[in-house]
Nanobody, 130 residues
Framework: QVQLVESGGGSVQAGGSLRLSCAAFGYLDSSYCMGWFRQAPGKEREGVAAINTSGGSAYNADNVKGRFTLFHDNNKNTLYLEMNSLKPEDTAMYYC???????????????????????WGQGTQVTVSS
């Protein structure tokens, strides 16, 4: 069983920065992909960024490229999302998730599809004012 605990959300003005953290508890070997997703009121949950715990590059959604950076600290079993140049349209509940890849690595759309993920955190709110 895996438990994910998010922290770091809050309220900022447009152009500001926030750093989200996701601590994973339980057994997570190199067969997982971990990612951040977000859901705004009235909208579907969408992938923001994801990375395979086996290593390799992170995959970012087009609307956050150049602004958000994802990295995973294997020693701390923690996933971080550094968010810069925040915009009002980034306002949403942000969720951390982990998905079992069955020994493979997820890429692109697969890594950013919330339907592929098995474990979810409780979410942390990010609000960006104009």
């Amino acid at each position: 069983q895996v438990q994910l605990v998010e922290s770091g959300g809050g309220s900022v003005q447009a152009g500001g920065s926030l750093r989200l953290s996701c601590a994973a508890f339980g057994y997570l070997d190199s067969s997982y992909c971990m990612g951040w997703f977000r859901q705004a009121p009235g909208k579907e949950r969408e992938g923001v960024a994801a990375i395979n715990t086996s290593g390799g590059s992170a995959y970012n959604a087009d609307n956050v490229k150049g602004r958000f950076t994802l990295f995973h600290d294997n020693n701390k079993n923690t996933l971080y999302l550094e968010m810069n140049s925040l915009k009002p349209e980034d306002t949403a509940m942000y969720y951390c998730a982990a998905g079992f890849t069955y020994g493979g690595s997820w890429r692109g759309r697969t890594a950013l599809d919330p339907l592929n993920y098995n474990y979810w955190g409780q979410g942390t709110q990010v609000t960006v004012s104009s």
